[in-house]
């Protein structure tokens, strides 16, 4: 039985950044649905190292918000089993860097139990990580794997990229029936604030969002590596260049429809992605692209990504990822080839 | 019915927080050398500790975590150590990396971003730092099957906090070490929380040293704070060890003094009273009163140790701020012993944008 949207609202217009939409988001579907329950490492009474359960604990109670042992298979495990059994759990994984004992679960589990039973059992859940660079944080902590969980059937994975998207994007993510892992760029946590209708109103997933209109060139981005790309994007047009920026914002299933039509429209691609450079969901896009745009491309497709090594220490991070000039530099070339 | 297994944890402690023998005190705390040496390690941790969290203030650091209240635990197990034994630390162990042999100025280089404070000049063959939790027990594991096969009589050492015991790592090295007998000695930091988990929510477990029981291997509970007791029988279980008779679990019970990192706020989540409480039973007081007692400390040495040891830890933080940035192309360079050609292309890209590109992120 669900809530949200029978419960009369109020609308109220609050100015938050990314994190604090993730709050907002996790408080209203634990108001409005029984079924939901965060757990995770920290989660309850420091509320989340990064804040994001900020105060639920204190206001749902320590059955609903639970702070859990460390161990992430575990974590990821007990959630398939509450969710096969009628909850909704939303863990949380503290950082991407330590989301790998989750993998087994995910691939052999999550991402199987209704095509295994026929449809008899399902997995309703949202695994949140904060994942990315560009923090200044310790080794582990700024990596950007969201292809090893794209390549998983049965896995949405979804990447806010704003304020406003990252509460109705987590809303419709808790509100799918499938598991959905939800990571959050937490480079731009609180880079900005946006006005957000705390409403309970969802976004839809599995859509790309434009968030540029433009007529020279298509860039597919997602994550924080979307504010890099509209500064390159307004930097370009001072020279004439319209660029249409596109926020993938579902990296599994893509909806390729929107790129598409971009492409027919532009003739050109540049994807932009943090996370390294081979096998990563840039060369899906492409991919896509090759198989059905592929003569609406007046240029090569160019990928601007980080690179296929080892995420380095803070001290050389930045070197790593795409920058501004990058991916103006990339949209120059495709513009010449 | 009958009783067909059950188990007893024992814990030792020689020093009471006042410095006082609570039990007769072992062969090795009778040479007074060793325990100066002792001593002189975990007032060089202390201070460099607290040098390290006041760079990371001033914004010459990045993150810390902080091994206050640990360094009983941490000096003591290294010194139990051989020079050739293997130890597979995780993140917060400086006293016993700096025991053996791991410079200061690497550790800042770690916790300052750059990669080179891996490569220890030191003690070649032990793991680096260990963020992801409880895996290194495996290496430690693994390290010990090497020698095994070996015929080498060497152990590994693995340490791992109370948090980490609730990882399946963690047991899973214990089971292998067992069935194998291996040379290998987990050690356990219990210092009460795992970030904002106490150990009650963490495990209904009494002690972490009975986790040791379902591995069919020895487990022991010591206290944290008193570096004889940790020294005493983390030898006894590398003793063990290199005999073949296989591994063991020391549980030192100690208390971290300070926030989980300096990214971390404790006051949040735990009570003054408790952080209070603990502060009385910190490990140097003990030890220097101990010293003091048999005659072998006094203000004066105290004195000059301490301005000995602010001296090297000058030393070495001028070593790690005046160490330039990495050349770029180090992220690309180490990654395989032959550089693979399509990484050549990637490896030019970074450094034709180089740290001019530095600024342009936003
Ligand atoms: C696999 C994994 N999960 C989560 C983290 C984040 N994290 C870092 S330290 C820590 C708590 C560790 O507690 P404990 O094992 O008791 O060691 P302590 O920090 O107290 O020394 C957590 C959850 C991590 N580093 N690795
Ligand atoms: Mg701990």
Known sequence: ?337 | METIADFEIQYSQFLDPAGKPSADIPELARDTGKLIDMYRHMVQTRVFDTKAINLQRTGKLGTYASCLGHEATHVGLAAAMQKDDVLAPSYREYGAMLYRGVRMSEILLYWGGDERGSDFEGPKHDFPFCVPIATQCLHAAGAAMAFQLRGEARCAVSVNGDGGTSEGAFYEAMNIAGARKLPVVFAVVNNKWAISVPIELQTASKTLAQKAVAAGIPGIQVDGNDVIAVRHWVERALARARNGEGPTLVEAVTYRLSDHTTADDASRYRKKAEVEAAWKLEPLIRLRQYLADIGAWNEKKEKALLQEVAANVDAEVQRYLNMPKQPIEAMFDYMYRDLPEFLEEQRDHAIQYGDSDGGHHG
């Open chain 1, 1 to 337: 039985m669900r809530f949200s949207t029978a419960t009369p609202m109020v609308a109220i217009m609050v100015e938050m950044t990314l994190i604090d939409a993730v709050t907002t988001a996790l408080a209203w579907e634990l108001d409005h649905d029984p079924r939901v329950v965060v757990l995770g490492e920290d989660v309850g009474v420091n509320g989340g190292v990064f804040r994001a359960t900020a105060g639920l604990q204190a206001r749902f109670g320590a059955d609903r918000v639970q702070d859990t042992p460390l161990a992430e298979g575990m974590i990821a495990g007990v959630a398939i089993g509450m969710a096969a059994q009628g909850m909704i759990p939303v863990p949380e994984i503290q950082f991407m860097g330590f989301i790998y004992p989750t993998v087994d679960q995910l691939i052999s589990h999550a991402g199987r139990l209704r095509n295994r039973t026929r449809g008899r059992m399902s997995c309703p859940m949202v695994l949140r990580a904060p994942f990315g660079g560009g923090i200044h944080a310790p080794e582990h902590h700024s990596e950007s794997t969201e292809a090893l969980f794209a390549h998983m059937p049965g896995i949405r994975v979804v990447i806010p990229s704003s304020p406003a998207r990252a509460y109705g994007l987590l809303l419709a993510a808790i509100r799918d029936p499938d598991p959905v892992v939800f990571l959050e760029p937490k480079r731009i946590y609180r880079l900005n604030k946006q006005n957000v209708e705390d409403n309970g109103k969802a976004l839809p997933l599995d859509v790309c969002y434009t968030l540029r209109q433009g007529s020279d060139i298509t860039i597919v981005t997602w994550g924080a590596m979307t504010f890099e790309t509209l500064k390159a994007a307004d930097q370009l047009a001072k020279s004439n260049i319209s660029c249409e920026v596109i926020d993938l914002a579902t990296i599994s299933p893509i909806d390729y429809e929107t790129i598409l039509e971009s492409v027919e429209k532009t003739g050109r691609l540049v994807i932009v992605h943090e996370a390294a450079r081979s096998c990563g969901v840039g060369a899906e896009v492409a991919a896509i692209v090759a198989e059905k745009g592929l003569y609406d491309l007046k240029a090569p497709i160019r990928r601007v990504t980080g690179y296929d090594v080892v995420m380095p220490l803070f001290r050389r991070e930045m070197d790593y990822m795409p920058s501004v000039s990058k991916i103006a530099d990339a949209v120059r070339e495709t513009l010449e080839d």
